[in-house]
């Protein structure tokens, strides 16, 4: 059955964004549904305080290229975190499957090689009408809730470093 709603949340518990830079790593496939996840990251970011200048958007051909665009902007775009972004949505073959590993097995190691928030919002569905439910439709938007998981997980290293 159906997840909570993505994008609510208690906006108490969020910190100040106000000294962090975002990068967001977008695929362009699916863009219908990866252009409203990048939209809804950046608009959740600046409404925690992020400055526009310190939101670096960026694009790839597919989700299977997120994690060297990812370590891209990790690499050169001087960001505190890094927003990944896509939509793979099953099709006849198991290609989903391969891409699905793909990216989680990436950002997963991106995550550890560069000790700092890689956010994993890459949408996985069987069909469209799920994808679009979770990109502002009935059930909210994954890129709310990754933009939500960037500031805290930011908010965590300043506290302890
Ligand atoms: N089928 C989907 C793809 N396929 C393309 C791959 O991500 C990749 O670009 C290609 O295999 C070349 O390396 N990508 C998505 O983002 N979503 C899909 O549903
Ligand atoms: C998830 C995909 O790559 C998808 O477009 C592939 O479709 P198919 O498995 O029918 O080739």
Same mark, same amino acid.
């Given at each position: 059955? *159906?997840?909570?709603?993505?994008?609510?949340?208690?906006?108490?518990?969020?910190?100040?964004?106000?000294?962090?830079? $975002?990068?967001?790593?977008? *695929?362009?496939?699916?863009?219908?549904?990866? %252009?409203?996840?990048?939209? =809804?990251?950046?608009?959740? +970011?600046?409404?925690?305080? *992020?400055?526009?200048?310190?939101? !670096? !958007? @960026?694009?790839?051909? =597919?989700?299977?290229? +997120?994690?060297? =665009?990812?370590?891209?902007?990790?690499?050169?775009?001087?960001?505190?975190?890094?927003?990944?972004? =896509? #939509?793979? !949505?099953? %099709?006849?073959? &198991?290609?989903?499957?391969? !891409? #699905?590993?793909?990216?989680?097995?990436?950002?997963?190691?991106?995550?550890?090689?560069?000790? @700092?928030? $890689?956010?994993? %919002?890459?949408?996985?569905?069987?069909?469209?009408?799920?994808?679009?439910?979770?990109?502002?439709?009935?059930?909210?938007?994954?890129?709310?809730?990754?933009?939500?998981?960037?500031? @805290?997980?930011?908010?965590? &290293?300043?506290?302890?470093?």
């Amino acid at each position: 059955m *159906a997840t909570k709603n993505l994008s609510e949340y208690d906006l108490t518990t969020v910190p100040s964004a106000a000294s962090m830079k $975002f990068g967001i790593v977008v *695929a362009e496939w699916n863009y219908e549904i990866t %252009g409203a996840l990048a939209q =809804g990251a950046a608009d959740t +970011l600046k409404r925690h305080g *992020a400055k526009d200048e310190n939101i !670096i !958007i @960026k694009h790839v051909p =597919g989700t299977f290229e +997120l994690t060297l =665009g990812a370590q891209y902007l990790a690499e050169y775009a001087g960001v505190d975190a890094i927003i990944v972004l =896509g #939509c793979v !949505i099953q %099709g006849e073959t &198991r290609h989903f499957d391969f !891409i #699905c590993q793909g990216v989680t097995q990436g950002i997963t190691s991106l995550n550890m090689k560069y000790n @700092k928030p $890689f956010i994993f %919002g890459v949408l996985t569905t069987d069909n469209q009408q799920q994808a679009l439910d979770r990109a502002g439709g009935k059930l909210g938007n994954k890129g709310d809730e990754a933009a939500v998981t960037a500031i @805290k997980m930011l908010a965590l &290293r300043n506290d302890l470093k």
